[in-house]
């Protein structure tokens, strides 16, 4: 990219220019950036990890410190993470500047199905089970709805938007949290959220088009 180029986007007002889009996404000044934490023994495994509070393994690591020449290098207005160990660790291998911890951005509370997979809780049912369709039951934590998950992930985007006219805003957390905050930043039910698959230290980009909320970018590493 030529200096020029660049000059020239600086001098647009109200844009921003997507370096993996290629091209300037009019209308705000900022996007949201959803990042999911590294591996950790139970995504690895695929045990839904709730609350409890796992570090990431050496891989994890090793994936958060790879989105330093990309995420890591953005300039963000602000920085939030979960308040979980395997999320604030990821973002700071990942070389960002956290400004805040944000307990809205916490894992969905799976109850009791904290700790097991999707296979061992269908075989137990007799049938295919799903957080999107079934939901949690209770279990050492009283469990969550969707619908109480998408409560406090719309209030994390009141804040985000909020600074969006100073820039980007990172937001460091779990699959199942950010899927359902990516689900309600589209006008859709939290149960959209599974629509939206994000592999560990992955992100996506929420940012508009004709002013109005979009998915500019998936799954991008």
């Given at each position: 990219m030529t200096s020029a180029s660049t000059d020239r986007r600086a001098r647009v007002p109200g844009t921003v220019f997507d370096?993996?889009?290629?091209k300037i996404i009019g209308g705000r000044a900022g996007q949201i950036i959803v990042l999911r934490h590294g591996q950790t023994d139970w995504s690895r495994s695929g045990k839904h990890t709730g609350h409890?509070?796992?570090p990431l393994l050496t891989e994890g690591e090793e994936q958060a410190r790879a989105l330093r020449d990309g995420v890591g290098?953005?300039?963000?207005?602000?920085?939030?993470?979960?308040?979980?160990?395997r999320a604030a660790r990821t973002a700071e291998l990942a070389g960002l500047q956290?400004?805040?911890t944000d307990r809205d951005l916490v894992e969905v509370d799976y109850g009791g199905h904290e700790g097991r997979t999707t296979a061992e809780i269908s075989a137990e049912l007799g049938r295919t089970w799903s957080i999107w369709a079934?939901?949690?039951?209770?279990?050492?934590?009283p469990g969550e709805t969707l619908d109480q998950v998408a409560t406090r992930v719309d209030r994390v985007l009141d804040r985000a938007r909020a600074r969006l006219d100073d820039g980007d805003v990172a937001l460091v957390a779990h699959g199942h949290v950010l899927r359902i905050l990516t689900a309600r930043w589209l006008g859709l039910a939290p149960e959209a959220g599974a629509l939206f698959a994000l592999p560990p230290a992955a992100y996506g980009v929420l940012?508009?088009?004709?002013?109005?909320?979009?998915?500019t970018g998936w799954g991008l590493r």
């Open positions: 370096d993996r889009v290629g409890t509070d796992l290098a953005r300039p963000f207005a602000a920085v939030w993470t979960s308040p979980l160990q956290i400004t805040g079934d939901g949690t039951v209770p279990g050492e934590t940012g508009h088009e004709h002013d109005r909320p979009v998915l």
